[in-house]
């Protein structure tokens, strides 16, 4: 089991950069998947980012790629999302998440933080 929480999220203006941190407990980091997900208000909690546990692959939404980094230490437990060049459309919930398998979708994740409120003004 891990428990993971999110550190990060602000106001910022369109144009700008926030990094966003997850930090997990447990002595098993390494074995998880690990993903990025966002919810807006009104909207289905969307996929962001993930990346698989030795961080050798990554995969981005198109929404976000070529903007958003996934990165993961395995030594430190913790996973980061370096978001840059930010659009209004980006404002939402950040979700960090773990699972054995992970993919794509939000039900193929078992580990949830708690979330941070990320809000790009324009």
């Known amino acids: 089991q891990v428990q993971l929480v999110e550190s ?17 407990s447990g002595r098993t980091f390494s074995s998880y998947i690990l993903g ?25 939404a198109d ?3 070529g903007r958003f980094t996934i990165s993961r230490d395995n030594a430190k437990n913790t996973v980061h999302l370096q978001m840059n060049s930010l659009k209004p459309e980006d404002t939402a919930v950040y979700y960090c998440a773990a699972d054995n398998i992970g993919g794509l979708v939000p039900h193929e994740y078992d580990y949830w933080g708690q979330g941070a409120q990320v809000t790009v003004s324009s």
Not at 8 to 24: E, K, Y
Not at 42 to 59: C, H, L, Q
């Open 63 to 65: 929404s976000v790629k």
């Open 36 to 60: 990025w997900f966002r919810q807006a208000p009104g909207k289905e909690r969307e996929f962001v980012a993930r990346i698989n546990r030795s961080a050798t692959t990554t995969y981005y």
């Open 8 to 24: 990060g999220g602000g106001l910022v203006q369109a144009g700008g950069s926030l990094r966003l941190s997850c930090a997990a």
